[in-house]
């Protein structure tokens, strides 16, 4: 079995000329105004948002709100010009599935964070930070919806089994009961009481 590296594309070398060589990193509109796209431009602005706004009140949690900035901005830069197609061999919708993932633990942390000091451009991170929290949560949605749910059910084939969850009720229902725990523990602790 012979050994690919990286320059044993189709493709490669490309023709002579700096227009050729530009061509790799040719943007694609199509991208940038479709949803993903639209996703990840919008990921970006808060991410950079955030970064604004501890950089004006806590410093300390800056750092997270620009790595998460330059993560960001690398996937979107390997979608929108196709670059992300010459590495075959990565998972991207998993990959990006994480990406997502690990930024909402790290942004819903520092947001709780930062509306502790009380400070104006904190309380204003911990809103934009709520904001792209929800951004990436329905960003993990479409991922999983159009990427990976698709391929399980083509891996499964006929041994898939329904669990009962296509139905969004249930779980709301145990979303709320979860929310309302404490307030049923206190009337039956009334209820024994009285």
Same mark, same amino acid.
């Given at each position: 079995?012979?050994?690919?590296?990286?320059?044993?594309?189709?493709?490669? &070398? @490309?023709?002579?000329?700096?227009?050729?060589?530009? =061509?790799?990193?040719?943007? #694609?509109? %199509?991208?940038?105004?479709?949803?993903?796209?639209?996703?990840?431009?919008?990921?970006?602005?808060?991410?950079?948002?955030?970064?604004?706004?501890?950089?004006? /009140?806590?410093?300390?949690?800056?750092?997270?709100?620009?790595?998460?900035?330059?993560?960001?901005?690398?996937?979107?830069?390997?979608?929108?010009?196709?670059?992300?197609?010459?590495?075959?061999?990565? %998972?991207? @919708?998993?990959? #990006?599935?994480?990406?997502?993932? /690990?930024?909402?633990?790290?942004?819903?942390?520092?947001?709780?964070?930062?509306?502790?000091?009380?400070?104006?451009?904190?309380?204003?991170?911990?809103?934009?930070?709520?904001?792209?929290?929800?951004?990436?949560?329905?960003?993990?949605?479409?991922?999983?919806?159009?990427?990976?749910? &698709?391929?399980?059910? !083509?891996?499964?084939? @006929? =041994?898939?089994?329904?669990?009962?969850? /296509?139905?969004?009720? @249930?779980?709301?229902?145990?979303? =709320?009961?979860?929310?309302?725990?404490? !307030?049923?523990?206190?009337?039956?602790? #009334?209820?024994? %009481?009285?």
């Amino acid at each position: 079995m012979e050994m690919l590296g990286a320059r044993d594309h189709l493709d490669w &070398p @490309p023709e002579e000329g700096t227009a050729a060589g530009l =061509q790799a990193f040719a943007v #694609d509109k %199509n991208f940038l105004s479709s949803l993903r796209g639209i996703l990840l431009e919008t990921e970006l602005a808060l991410t950079f948002i955030i970064f604004i706004c501890f950089t004006a /009140s806590i410093s300390t949690y800056m750092a997270a709100a620009l790595l998460e900035f330059f993560i960001t901005l690398a996937f979107l830069f390997l979608y929108a010009t196709q670059y992300y197609q010459r590495f075959d061999r990565v %998972n991207w @919708p998993c990959l #990006d599935f994480l990406r997502c993932v /690990s930024a909402i633990v790290i942004f819903l942390v520092i947001s709780i964070a930062a509306v502790t000091s009380r400070d104006g451009a904190a309380i204003a991170a911990f809103v934009f930070g709520i904001i792209l929290v929800s951004v990436f949560a329905y960003d993990i949605f479409k991922i999983y919806q159009t990427e990976m749910a &698709p391929r399980a059910t !083509e891996a499964l084939g @006929p =041994q898939l089994v329904d669990l009962g969850l /296509s139905d969004i009720c @249930p779980l709301l229902c145990l979303i =709320q009961l979860v929310l309302h725990l404490a !307030e049923l523990g206190k009337a039956f602790l #009334d209820g024994e %009481n009285g």
